[in-house]
């Protein structure tokens, strides 16, 4: 049965079967789902989405959301969770449902995604951290099944290698398709013979990997690797997104192509804003949610829209306030404001007026916006 629950939009659920638990590391899991033959429509999904999980914690109702490690070609849906500390929803989960329980999953979301190119020859480049793999593994199962003329580097982050989790897999990928697929592993705290793989992933060692990896190209005797990446997919903590984005960009990856997907609250810009904009002052901010309608004045321009509003307090979605999950989207229906940064809304969306509140300052005397998309 569909349930609509509201997670700062309304989203449709489903009960699902858990058919398979597994714990990966001391503080991983995996959990797969059964879809039945009438909902498989409701959970087709595309590499690089998450689905949301309601359940009990704590005696309370919880929603999270965790990324899908499968592929679309293999029909289910599977998750890799990290429990955070005993206490945490991810512990209760682990410890509360078990193979047989039914749990409401909600209908797959996000945009860390990408455009199936079967026919091109093309380089593709993922940065994961820790569990940031999740997302990763769906995609370079997806892309290693669908695009036979894809290459594939994986550089994967973790502090050791009892805390990796995904190693079988990525190794048996790696072993299936040696010629298109080469993934190194990097340990912050595990001493490594080669230099180059101790330490976290960042602007430092991203050079490093350039320099002494991505350099020498087969295919082309008169350029490198690096010059020959299409796309970058990044996701980890959001200091790390923030360091290796910038670093792809300033070493030749147009923004357009470079991809994230945040896995916390993150309050920083992922670029640096270089735009100034006269100051404003008293505007007047109407604003609709979950049908009811609120008005509020805010001081002037020099904060971002939903920054203010969280500080009066009101209750408006959001997640990362960093423009990259999309939670705060919402219409602009009078008024003008500057979107600094976005890496969720499509230029359809924005030419019908879709904002994303975070990324979104001011620029008249009123604004008046609709959360209520649905």
């Known amino acids: 049965m569909e349930q609509q629950i509201y997670k700062g939009k309304l989203t449709k659920f489903h009960w699902l079967k858990i058919t398979k638990k597994e714990e990966l590391t001391k503080n991983t899991f995996s959990l797969e789902f059964e879809i039945p033959g009438n909902m498989k429509e409701n959970f087709r999904f595309e590499a690089g989405q998450f689905v949301s999980i309601k359940f009990k914690s704590h005696d309370e109702d919880v929603i999270k959301d965790y990324s899908i490690t499968s592929a679309p070609y293999e029909e289910k849906i599977a998750l890799g969770i ?44 993922g940065f994961a951290a820790g569990i940031g793999i999740t997302p990763i593994l769906s995609h370079f199962k997806n892309i290693l099944h669908n695009e036979p003329r894809t290459r594939l580097f994986l550089f994967f982050g973790n502090q ?6 995904y190693r079988e897999q990525l190794d048996t990928l790696a072993r299936n398709y040696g010629d298109r697929l080469q993934i190194f592993y990097f340990f912050s705290k595990e001493k490594q013979s080669n230099s180059l ?150 230029e359809k969306e924005e030419e019908k007026g879709h904002i994303l509140a975070c990324m979104s300052i001011a620029k008249s005397k009123k604004i008046k916006l609709n959360f209520d998309l649905s």
């Open 82 to 125: 990290k429990i955070n500390s005993s206490e945490g929803d991810a512990a209760e989960l682990f410890r509360n449902y078990h193979v047989g329980d039914l749990l409401l999953i909600s209908e797959p979301a996000g945009r860390f995604t990408l455009i199936s190119k079967p026919s091109e020859f093309r380089t593709i480049v």
């Open 160 to 165: 050791s290698s009892e805390d990796m989790i």
């Open 197 to 346: 793989f101790h330490g976290r992933l960042d602007d430092k060692k991203l050079s490093l990997i350039i320099n002494q990896i991505l350099h020498l190209d087969d295919t082309d005797e008169e350029s490198t690797i690096w010059d020959a990446v299409d796309e970058v997919l990044i996701c980890g903590k959001g200091d790390m997104i923030k360091t290796l984005a910038n670093a792809c960009y300033h070493h030749g990856i147009p923004k357009n192509n470079i991809h994230f997907e945040l896995f916390e609250e993150y309050n920083d810009d992922i670029y640096p804003v270089e735009k100034e904009f006269p100051v404003i002052e008293n505007i007047d901010v109407e604003f609709s949610m979950l049908g009811k309608n609120y008005f509020t004045e805010l001081p002037d321009n020099k904060e971002r829209i939903l920054q203010q509003l969280l500080i009066q307090k009101f209750t408006v979605p959001y997640s990362c306030k960093s423009g990259i999950c999309g939670s705060c989207e919402c219409i602009l229906e009078e008024g003008e404001v500057e979107l600094l940064e976005n890496e969720y809304l499509t």
